[in-house]
Each structure stands twice: as structure tokens, then as C-alpha cells.
């Protein structure tokens, strides 16, 4: 990878962040009203919540990130949705997953945003590079 080629990348790594955050905090809200609704923070049925704020964040990122972080003209929605459907099940597992096991004690809501947390940013960070290299590649 050439000096340009890692300045673009890096750049475009930190608008990814940026409108990763935004769709994180979307996420987090969507997912902590439905727990605070039901009552369940905790287990497999977080699945549940987990898609349905998929679809909120899912929707804001595909266009934020190919108007701004990727410049593509190209309609890759299909390719990203399958990107995004993929992740989203990993990290609807990881994150379900991660709430039955609170090996620190921690309250029950805390624990289930930090899993909620440490799930999202593996799944994030995995989404953006096959993002970069697949699905807004550029050719």
C-alpha cells in the first residue's frame, strides 16, 4: 500500500468511526428502551432486540458511509445489507452471550451495555474492512 493509499484508508477508517458512533449510540438506544420495556437484560432474547435496532442503524449507516466515508456512486446495498445481516448475528450472538456471563458482578444493565459494547466494536471493526475491500471497492 502506497503513502496515499494509507492516508485514504486511514481517513477513511476515521469517518467509519465517526458514523459508527453515531450508529452505536442509535443502537444503544433502540436496544436499552426495548431491555427497560421487558425488563430482559440479559440471554438469548436480546437476539430480538438486537435485530430490531439492526434495521434503525443498519438504514443510517449504509448512507452516511457511501456518501461520506466511501464515495461510492454504485448501488451496493445489496452487498452491504448481506455484510451488515451477517455481522448483525454475530453480534446479536456476542452480545447475548456476553450478558450470561458477568463474571464481574456488575449491575445488570451496566453489564448488558458493556456487552453490548464489546460486541458491537468487534463486529464494527470487522464490517469495516470488508466494507473498504468488498463492498465500496473501488475499482
Known sequence: MNK???????WELIKYALIGTVNF???MVVVNILMYIFQIYKGYTLVFFNVIS??????NGYFMNKK??????ESSY?????V?????LLDSLMFSTLT?????????????????LIAFATTGTLCFIVNKFVVFKKE
Do not use: C, H, R
Not at 496515499?4 to 486511514?10: D, F, G, L
Open 4 to 10: 496515499v493509499n494509507a492516508k485514504e484508508t486511514i
Open 25 to 27: 449510540l442509535l443502537d
Open 54 to 59: 439492526f434495521f434503525v442503524y443498519s438504514t
Open 68 to 73: 461520506y466515508t466511501f464515495k461510492s456512486n
Open 78 to 82: 445489496p452487498k452491504y445489507i448481506t
Open 84 to 88: 451488515l445481516a451477517i455481522s448483525m
Open 100 to 116: 450470561l456471563y458477568n463474571v464481574f458482578g456488575l449491575n445488570k444493565v451496566l453489564w448488558a451495555n458493556i456487552s453490548k
